[in-house]
Each structure stands twice: as C-alpha cells, then as structure tokens.
T-cell receptor, first 113, second 112 residues
Framework: SAVISQKPSRDICQRGTSLTIQCQVD?????MFWYRQQPGQSLTLIAT?????????ESGFVIDKFPISRPNLTFSTLTVSNLSPEDSSIYLC??????????FGQGTRLTVV | DAKTTQPNSMESNEEEPVHLPCNHS???????IHWYRQLPSQGPEYVIH???SNVNNRMASLAIAEDRKSSTLILHRATLRDAAVYYC?????????????FGTGTLLAVQP
C-alpha cells in the first residue's frame, strides 16, 4: 500500500493569485497523477507527473495554468495559477504501480473568491 | 481510453447483497477492470480489480463475463458505510501511461 499526504487540505484564495499543493508519498513510485474534481462531478485527470521529465498533460490542461514539479520519487507539487472562481474544486494526488491498485490522497479543497 | 457505462444510481437495503453492473463492450485484451469507490468528502479508494477470472477480497467480489464485455461488483452484505460513488474503470497495463480515467460512476444509497 501507499500512504499519501496532501497539503493543504483546504484553502481560500483570492482571484488572480496561485496555490501550490504538495503531495508526499511514503514510498517511491514512478508515476504520480493529479486530478481535479469539480463540485458534484467525477474526477478529471489533469496530468501525469514523471520524475526526471516534464509532466504529461491531458487535453484541456496546460502547463502555464497547472505547472507541476516532481523532484524525486516520493514528492510532487501542483500549482494552480492565476486563480478564477471556476478553479474552485477539489484537487487530488494519486500514485499507482504498473498493473496494480492506485492510491489517492484526501484532496485539497480550493475555494476562489 | 476504453469507456465504461454504469447506472447513475442504485439503492440497497442494509445487510442485503448489492450487484453493481458495468458495461465495457470496447475492452481490449490488455485492459484490467478496476473498481474504486469514493465515500463522501474522501479521496477514492481501491476496491478490487481483475482481468478474466472472478476475484474475491475482503471488501467485495468481482464477476467478469466470459466475453469480458461486462462485469459486476458484488457487495455481499451492504452496510451504511458502503454508501458511496462506485467507479468501474478500464486500465491498460500494456500502455505506457498506466493512468486511470474516471467515468461518472454509480451512486449507491444504502437504506437502514
């Protein structure tokens, strides 16, 4: 199993600012994923964070808006930039081993005012 | 990414079995069938996964059709704590990305 710690658990931010979310895993994993869950909706994959290379973004998500860092095999950050009220969502970090189960953090609830 | 189809919602009574269906008619030979659930205000948690054979674990059973175009998650005795959104997801382990793409899931309500 893998235990994932996400920080912060929630935040309220002013529009136009940025929020950086941290994801710490208790073991080394090759792939980490970042998801967004808008109110009342399912999870949408933002990007795959690979250690030692640039993140791979899904359609509709761009690096300028959602820059990701992956400095080592246990840690990643997601920044949500130039915040607008439409960015109010829960952001979740996930890890998975090839062919195995995925584990998720508890999420970061972002409210933009 | 292969697509799954699930009912939007289902209801069950406490301590009765629950059968949650999932259709995945475009499944490929290297797709594993994964089930996750999301309790209110929590991140998703793994339930079970399988490739061809039926699978059992402490949480649930997974019944996979012979042609693999559908599967059923079975909760043997529903409890109030099982009320959650259940997601059926196909995961291609032969691909390089290893990612999980979530559909809309089934909202399970459990009545006392």
């Amino acid at each position: 199993s893998a235990v994932i710690s996400q920080k912060p658990s929630r935040d309220i931010c002013q529009r136009g600012t940025s929020l950086t979310i941290q994801c710490q895993v208790d073991s080394q994993v090759t792939m980490m994923f970042w998801y967004r869950q808008q109110p009342g909706q399912s999870l949408t994959l933002i990007a795959t964070a690979n250690q030692g290379s640039e993140a791979t973004y899904e359609s509709g998500f761009v690096i300028d808006k959602f820059p990701i860092s992956r400095p080592n095999l246990t840690f990643s950050t997601l920044t949500v930039s130039n915040l607008s009220p439409e960015d109010s969502s829960i952001y979740l970090c996930s890890v998975a081993r090839v062919g195995g189960e995925a584990f998720f953090g508890q999420g970061t609830r972002l409210t933009v005012v | 990414d292969a697509k799954t189809t699930q009912p939007n919602s289902m209801e069950s009574n406490e301590e009765e079995p629950v059968h949650l269906p999932c259709n995945h008619s475009t499944i490929s030979g290297t797709d594993y069938i994964h089930w996750y659930r999301q309790l209110p205000s929590q991140g998703p948690e793994y339930v079970i996964h399988g490739l061809t054979s039926n699978v059992n674990n402490r949480m649930a059973s997974l019944a996979i059709a012979e042609d693999r175009k559908s599967s059923t998650l079975i909760l043997h005795r529903a409890t109030l704590r099982d009320a959650a959104v259940y997601y059926c997801i196909l995961r291609d382990v032969a691909g390089a990305t290893n990612k999980l793409i979530f559909g809309t899931g089934t909202l399970l309500a459990v009545q006392p």
